[in-house]
């Protein structure tokens, strides 16, 4: 069960946009509207920021918004700010496991 | 309000066994997949299983499946994660999380660190 493609690393400074990848297949993202992102600040458990490709959870800023292409998802973070520096992690389902999801490798967002 | 409220670290050796515990409040305990997720030191989040508490349905990642076993008990609305002889590494914090509309982890617990060390 190989992990999404993630870039290791994106940056920006505060105020700009910036946009994260997820690349999959045809049995996971590309097949299935299902696929959520997660920020995780250091020593803090995850939190889902996007599920459903472009769906935002109540409570999470509508500076944060999803898409999806193709085998790729993306996840655009609009305005950043110094607290958006986290992990963030893509997941989506999957056919082609016995546990039908998977997670990306992971992107670090470092705010200039 | 719903709460998955992990049990605390744990520092065990190489051999030994181990068994973890998630409890759930604030919902139906029965009605939602409750998932497991590795993250090793300084790694990503890794997919473990899935149990759905309602029939103990289980499913594992290729990558876990014969290491890890994964149970509930809903009677105590608690899901568990355990080993029967831990490796150096196996030192990770592990998280259970829940499903929320069967496609994404909207609801985390705070998380367990597993430290193996002889």
């Known amino acids: 069960q190989s992990a999404l493609t993630q870039p290791a690393s994106v940056s920006g400074s505060p105020g700009q946009s910036i946009t994260i990848s997820c690349t999959g297949t045809s049995s996971d993202v590309g097949g299935y509207n299902y696929v959520s992102w997660y920020q995780q600040h250091p020593g803090k458990a995850p939190k889902l920021m996007i599920y459903d490709v472009s769906n935002r959870p109540s409570g999470v800023s509508n500076r944060f918004s999803g898409s999806k292409s193709g085998n790729t998802a993306s996840l655009t973070i609009s305005g950043l700010q110094a607290e958006d520096e986290a992990d963030y992690y893509c997941s989506s389902y999957t056919s082609s496991s016995t546990l039908n999801w998977v997670f990306g490798g992971g992107t670090k967002l470092t705010v200039l | 309000e719903v709460q998955l409220v992990q049990s605390g670290a744990e520092v065990k050796k190489p051999g030994e066994s181990l068994k973890i515990s998630c409890k759930g409040s604030?919902?139906?305990?029965?009605?939602?997949?409750i998932g497991w997720v590795r993250q090793m030191p300084g790694k990503g989040l890794e997919w473990m299983g899935i149990i759905y508490p309602g029939d103990s349905d289980t499913r594992y990642s290729p990558s876990f499946q014969g290491q890890v076993t994964i149970s509930a008990d809903k009677s105590i609305s608690t899901a568990y994660l355990q080993w029967s002889s831990l490796k150096a590494s196996d030192t990770a914090m592990y998280y259970c999380?829940?499903?929320?509309?069967?496609?994404?982890?909207?609801?985390w617990g705070q998380g367990t660190l597993v430290t193996v060390s002889s």
């Open positions: 604030g919902y139906s305990f029965t009605s939602y997949w």
């Open positions: 999380a829940r499903l929320g509309g069967d496609t994404a982890l909207p609801y």
